[in-house]
């Protein structure tokens, strides 16, 4: 029954029941049957004015519930982004309020799954591209040093390095997918150590030694000698200077030099990579902080990763309540920083 018929009926049986009591009262009286008659229409007519108004003053709560159900109804039709007015008495409002913020809660909670079903998609064909092209040059590599149809020893040592540094990049793409993962199910959560910058710095830089020989490659390190230990994750933030490292290397031509600072500034430490590569084009700077987002379009070119080192950066960044960036003038070098704050500042993850 609908809640209008129901108040109807309500009114009408009250209406009904006061009109048999007093008609009862006015024959008791011995009231001549004229004025009994005047009489009861005066109360029918009282009653049915305050049904009446009741019906006026009630319809606004009648309204609302009806508004609710109809968003509700869209709601399950997969409509999320609905909204209903919140007005009328004080529990109608206190309700509407209500669904107004479950609808947002599960309009919110819908695009985070959307989002994380794309990214799962694009992780999966992403992946598995970049593990067939080291895997296929591994296959080809070591089906011919052992069909023995290398003889050379300098060729056989080349094949060797290849193998190295393909199944390092194999290795690298597994660490990745592991980290996003673990970000992505917020397994990961805030849990600094005050930690010297100097020391990660070393044992980052320490990882790129035979790469930076080889490239003949400058480096230079500016430290500020008055840093406190600045509480990070140690593990994490070393990840994120050696995915700037190992860009700057991937992308400075040989004989260059890299620049590299952790200096304070205001309450905050910050930290950057300097290097004299091709730069970043100024419109793609946003962009390539989005997961998979490479410069260089072709996935099939030697070289390069798979685009997920500076989104994995800025997730660990954010989580320590920092900033990241990187600048560029789009033709010559870039520079690649990330500021955390000195005190302890960043966030447990939801
Ligand atoms: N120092 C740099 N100079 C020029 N381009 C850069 C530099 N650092 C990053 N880029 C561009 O930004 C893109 C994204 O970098 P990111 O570190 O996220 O991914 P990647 O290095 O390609 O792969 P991964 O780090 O996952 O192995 C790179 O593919 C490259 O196009
Ligand atoms: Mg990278």
Do not use: C
Not at 94 to 122: C, Q, T, Y
Not at 254 to 273: C, G, N, P, W
């Amino acid at each position: 029954m609908k809640i209008r018929s129901l108040l109807i009926l309500a009114n009408t049986i009250s209406l009904v029941v006061i009109l048999v009591f007093l008609s009862i009262s006015y024959v008791k009286m011995f009231i001549s049957p004229d004025i009994i008659i005047l009489l009861s229409l005066i109360t029918l007519g009282a009653g049915l004015l305050s049904f009446g108004i009741h019906l006026t003053i009630t319809s606004p709560l009648l309204k609302s519930v009806k508004q609710m159900s109809k968003e509700a109804g869209k709601m399950a039709s997969g409509d999320f982004d609905v909204k209903v007015t919140e007005a009328g008495p004080l529990e109608i409002k206190e309700l509407a309020a209500n669904f107004n913020h479950m609808s947002s809660r599960i309009e919110e909670m819908f695009g985070e799954l959307k989002e994380s079903e794309k990214f799962k998609s694009e992780l999966i064909a992403n992946v598995s591209h970049d593990l067939r092209t080291p895997l296929s040059s591994i296959h080809s590599f070591v089906s011919a040093l052992n069909d023995d149809i290398i003889e050379d020893p300098k060729d056989r040592k080349r094949y060797f390095e290849t193998i190295l540094s393909e199944t390092g990049k194999l290795s690298l793409l597994i660490e990745e997918v592991l980290e996003f993962s673990q970000l992505e199910n917020r397994k990961l959560s805030w849990n600094p150590h005050p930690t010297p910058i100097d020391q990660l710095l070393i044992d980052t830089l320490g990882q790129f030694e035979p790469r930076i020989q080889e490239k003949e490659i400058h480096v230079k390190v500016e430290y500020d000698d008055s840093l406190p230990l600045v509480p990070l994750m140690p593990l994490h933030i070393k990840r994120v200077m050696t995915n700037f490292i190992q860009n700057a290397l991937s992308f400075s031509p040989d004989h260059t030099s890299l620049d590299i600072r952790a200096v304070k500034k205001e309450e905050q430490v910050e930290f950057s990579v300097t290097d004299q590569g091709k730069g970043i084009p100024i419109e793609e700077q946003d962009s390539i902080f989005e997961r998979f987002y490479r410069v260089e379009k072709s996935r099939n070119k030697a070289g390069g990763g798979s685009g997920l080192g500076l989104s994995i950066s800025k997730e660990i960044i954010e989580i320590h309540g920092g900033s990241i960036g990187v600048e560029s003038d789009g033709q010559s070098g870039s520079t690649f920083w990330f500021q955390l704050p000195l005190e302890k500042s960043g966030e447990e993850r939801r």
